[in-house]
């Protein structure tokens, strides 16, 4: 079992930055590909950014590439989202996931879940 607490969401002018958090306990995080996904009012849940478990291969939605960086520490039992050039259309709540295996984009793929964080983008 791994627990996940996401942290680091709030209000930001679009334009601006954020860094999400998402810490884990339980079992070996290391063990674990990670991923963040969102869902907006409204709308389904969609990926947002995955990482492979050493941290050296990870995956983007085409609509965050070149504006949003994931990584991990492994020591901290932490995955991080870092968002630069927010726009009104990354307004969702923002959850981080964990997955036995290979990175995915998939969320059904994924076993393990966090409560999410909101993350609003005002224009």
């Known amino acids: 079992q791994v627990q996940l607490v996401e942290s680091g969401g709030g209000l930001v002018q679009a334009g601006g930055s954020l860094r999400l958090s998402c810490a884990a306990s339980?079992?070996?995080?290391?063990?674990?590909?990670m991923g963040w996904f969102r869902q907006a009012p409204g709308k389904e849940r969609e990926f947002v950014a995955a990482i492979n478990r050493s941290g050296g291969s990870t995956l983007y939605a085409d609509s965050v590439k070149g504006r949003f960086t994931i990584s991990r520490d492994n020591a901290k039992n932490t995955v991080y989202l870092q968002m630069n050039s927010l726009e009104p259309e990354d307004t969702a709540v923002y959850s981080c996931?964990?997955?036995?295996?290979?990175?995915?984009?998939?969320?059904?793929?994924?076993?393990?879940w966090g409560q999410g964080t909101q993350v609003t983008v005002s224009s």
């Open positions: 996931a964990a997955r036995s295996g290979l990175l995915s984009r998939s969320s059904l793929s994924y076993e393990f």
């Open positions: 339980g079992r070996t995080f290391s063990s674990y590909a």
